[in-house]
């Protein structure tokens, strides 16, 4: 079992639709959660990240953290064409000591948002 | 500047060639990786760099060597690779640990639009 798993897709949605993604997890001890934006041809981008379990909202996205369950979403309000890519779940445990931050990565989900 | 910068873009190279990526980031972060990227697949770490001293090998094989020769520069040499080594790799720098301070605070990793490497 993958220690992160996310459906690949591809997703197709119309302009305008809500965009639920998701990742679950197995490790308990990850304690940041992340999501990545990764355009093709180019380097992720973060979008947003959560410490421990709860909400956080930023413009049209929302990314909610339940860590009973090890299930993390992200929800796109109001989908544009420009959101197609794709959409990477990371996490990671508390900050290393010894330096940096390791990342655990989903899979990723491809979105296309369709005019 | 929140830019991380990689160089070349694209690299072709056969199996017994050297050559080197370069990544370069002038944000004053104190850590810096290399990841490896396969199509459809998600960044697979390689190494992390903090305080330009090497903190983590993920069992990356010696074909690979990585070098940081001052806080801003990251460099990935490479020899002898196999073509399955033929990847998009990427490079991230974020704030060194303790620089935050604050439990909650995630020290954001900045990834650079990488090198498209095909190996021959």
């Known amino acids: 079992q993958k220690e992160v798993e996310q459906d690949p897709g591809p997703l197709s949605v119309p302009e305008g639709a809500i965009v639920s993604l998701n990742c679950t997890y197995s490790n308990s001890a990850f304690q940041y959660f992340m999501w990545y934006r990764q355009y093709s041809r180019k380097g992720p981008e973060l979008l947003m990240y959560?410490?421990?379990?709860g909400n956080k909202e930023d413009g049209r996205f929302t990314a909610q953290v339940d860590k009973s369950s090890k299930y993390i979403s992200l929800f796109i309000r109001d989908s544009q064409p420009s959101d197609s890519a794709t959409y990477l779940c990371a996490m990671t445990l508390s900050i290393l000591t010894g330096g940096g931050n390791k990342l655990t990565f989903g899979t990723g989900t491809q979105l296309k948002v369709e005019l | 500047d929140t830019e991380v910068t990689q160089t070349p873009k694209h690299l072709v190279m056969g199996m017994t060639n050297k050559k080197s990526l370069k990544c370069e980031q002038h944000?004053?972060?104190?850590?810096m990786y290399w990841y490896k990227q396969k199509a459809k697949k998600p960044p697979e770490l390689m190494f992390v760099y903090s305080y330009e001293k090497l903190s983590i090998n993920e069992s990356v094989p010696s074909r690979f060597s990585p070098e940081c020769p001052n806080s801003s520069l990251l460099n990935l040499h490479l020899h002898a690779l196999q073509p399955e080594d033929s990847a998009l790799y990427l490079c991230?720098?974020?704030?060194?640990?303790?620089?935050?301070?604050?439990?909650?605070?995630?020290?954001?990793?900045?990834f650079g639009p990488g090198t498209r490497l095909t190996v021959l």
């Open positions: 944000m004053g972060h104190r850590a």
């Open positions: 959560t410490y421990s379990s």
């Open positions: 991230a720098s974020s704030q060194g640990p303790g620089t935050s301070g604050r439990v909650g605070t995630y020290n954001e990793q900045f």
